[in-house]
């Protein structure tokens, strides 16, 4: 089956190429990962994860995707990434993650067209490639506040390098239908509200529309910088033109064997997405330093309160110790453990933190992941 699927989408490419004999690139990222809930109060994690204090079974969390490039003529390349994403009872989704065109002006400035990954956040470009960060698992904090993937429309993107420096400016514009898990604080109202019968991993559709942002970074040196922010309308629970932004800071150094990852985001909604999308502010700080194929790191990370204050926020800090091992070129081994502190006190009954119920003690949680490249 597998090999079917490759074929068709080999095929296509090759159809819509101006030769039959066009030249196509195929390449891969995989993570794999187990999973464990230390809690005694058998409460899972965000989206149930390590379901009730049991090593994780299931293939949530780990992925598959492939990439198919080639070049259409010397100003026109396409791409496209197909995934097969990891979920309760070993079940996969396969579906397109990217697919677009890109035309380019010059040596400096493209524009693609089509379905784009969208560059919310500092690692958004390669979240789901696991090799290309130090993490087991991108921290929740941060990386759970925005779940839309990709943008169906036009992107505009710079890039330059002077005297060492790279200088990249993205502007997009478009659409998307995306899907989002219930937030476990909000769970009781939204079955309230909607007459529905939700549970926490629950994944309700949402399409956002009129969607405008930019993306911009500064690197040189083992250093980066970068800023971003997107404003856009919501359709969800029946109701259109809600209103939602997102925006974000980050750096990272990778320089005389030291490592840092550093982020900080705030989401903004209006009226009639509070219970499923409430303001909220996140960040994380990682510190690492290369020993040879080791690279010992350590995170701390919150989530709490928005420029609105909500119920609805999940609130919790986290800390976790972790380790990276260079198994080849390719592959890498990590394992971390993430100590997590909820808020003891929380107004709603349905959860503390990104706990899927209401939680009163610390948490670790154990990963276990192996990243590779092909």
Same mark, same amino acid.
């Given at each position: 089956?597998?090999?079917?699927?490759?074929?068709?989408?080999?095929?296509?490419?090759?159809?819509?190429?101006?030769?039959?004999?066009?030249?196509?690139?195929?390449? *891969?990222?995989?993570?794999?990962?187990?999973?464990?809930?230390?809690?005694?109060?058998?409460?899972?994690?965000?989206?149930?994860?390590?379901?009730?204090?049991?090593?994780?079974?299931?293939?949530?969390?780990?992925?598959?995707?492939?990439?198919?490039?080639?070049?259409?003529?010397?100003?026109?390349?396409?791409?496209?990434?197909?995934?097969?994403?990891?979920?309760?009872?070993?079940?996969?989704?396969?579906?397109?993650?990217?697919?677009?065109?890109?035309?380019?002006?010059?040596?400096?400035?493209?524009?693609?067209?089509?379905?784009?990954? *969208?560059?919310?956040?500092?690692?958004?470009?390669?979240?789901?490639?696991?090799?290309?960060?130090?993490?087991?698992?991108?921290?929740?904090?941060?990386?759970?506040?925005?779940?839309?993937?990709?943008?169906?429309?036009?992107?505009?993107?710079?890039?330059?390098?002077?005297?060492?420096?790279?200088?990249?400016?993205?502007?997009?514009?478009?659409?998307?239908?995306?899907?989002?898990?219930?937030?476990?604080?909000?769970?009781?109202?939204?079955?309230?509200?909607?007459?529905?019968?939700?549970?926490?991993?629950?994944?309700?559709?949402?399409?956002?529309?009129?969607?405008?942002?930019?993306?911009?970074?500064?690197?040189?040196?083992?250093?980066?910088?970068?800023?971003?922010?997107?404003?856009?309308?919501?359709?969800?629970? *029946?109701?259109?033109?809600?209103?939602?932004?997102?925006?974000?800071?980050?750096?990272?150094?990778?320089?005389?064997?030291?490592?840092?990852?550093?982020?900080?985001?705030?989401?903004?909604?209006?009226?009639?997405?509070?219970?499923?999308?409430?303001?909220?502010?996140?960040?994380?700080?990682?510190?690492?330093?290369?020993?040879?194929?080791?690279?010992?790191?350590?995170?701390?990370?919150?989530? *709490?309160?928005?420029?609105?204050?909500?119920?609805?926020?999940?609130?919790?800090?986290?800390?976790?110790?972790?380790?990276?091992?260079?198994?080849?070129?390719?592959?890498?081994?990590?394992?971390?453990?993430?100590?997590?502190?909820?808020?003891?006190?929380?107004?709603?009954?349905?959860?503390?933190?990104?706990?899927?119920?209401?939680?009163?003690?610390?948490?670790?949680?154990?990963?276990?992941?192996?990243?590779?490249?092909?």
């Amino acid at each position: 089956m597998k090999i079917r699927v490759i074929n068709i989408i080999t095929g296509v490419l090759v159809l819509f190429s101006p030769l039959s004999y066009a030249e196509i690139d195929i390449s *891969g990222y995989a993570s794999f990962k187990a999973i464990a809930n230390s809690n005694d109060q058998k409460v899972s994690y965000y989206n149930g994860l390590a379901p009730e204090g049991e090593i994780n079974t299931d293939s949530r969390e780990s992925n598959l995707g492939i990439q198919f490039s080639t070049d259409i003529s010397p100003k026109m390349d396409m791409t496209v990434v197909m995934s097969a994403r990891g979920g309760p009872s070993q079940k996969y989704n396969f579906e397109t993650e990217w697919a677009y065109a890109n035309y380019k002006f010059n040596d400096d400035l493209s524009l693609r067209i089509g379905k784009v990954k *969208g560059p919310f956040y500092m690692v958004s470009d390669y979240k789901d490639v696991g090799y290309a960060y130090p993490w087991a698992s991108v921290p929740d904090e941060v990386y759970s506040t925005n779940p839309i993937r990709s943008v169906n429309g036009l992107d505009l993107v710079y890039q330059k390098t002077i005297n060492n420096v790279t200088y990249l400016g993205e502007l997009y514009y478009g659409s998307g239908n995306n899907t989002s898990f219930i937030l476990p604080t909000s769970l009781t109202d939204l079955n309230a509200a909607f007459s529905s019968s939700y549970t926490t991993t629950s994944q309700v559709s949402f399409k956002t529309h009129d969607m405008l942002g930019f993306n911009a970074s500064v690197s040189f040196d083992g250093m980066s910088f970068r800023l971003g922010y997107f404003d856009t309308k919501v359709d969800a629970f *029946g109701q259109t033109d809600l209103e939602g932004s997102f925006g974000g800071i980050g750096m990272t150094i990778d320089k005389n064997n030291f490592v840092v990852y550093a982020e900080y985001i705030a989401r903004d909604t209006g009226p009639g997405l509070e219970m499923a999308f409430p303001d909220a502010n996140a960040g994380y700080l990682t510190l690492g330093y290369r020993m040879g194929d080791f690279l010992p790191y350590v995170t701390a990370a919150s989530i *709490g309160e928005g420029a609105d204050k909500s119920i609805y926020t999940p609130k919790q800090t986290s800390t976790t110790l972790g380790l990276r091992y260079e198994l080849d070129d390719a592959a890498a081994l990590k394992i971390e453990a993430k100590n997590i502190k909820p808020d003891t006190y929380n107004p709603t009954p349905d959860a503390g933190g990104l706990f899927d119920g209401n939680i009163t003690e610390n948490v670790t949680i154990v990963t276990v992941a192996i990243d590779v490249l092909f």
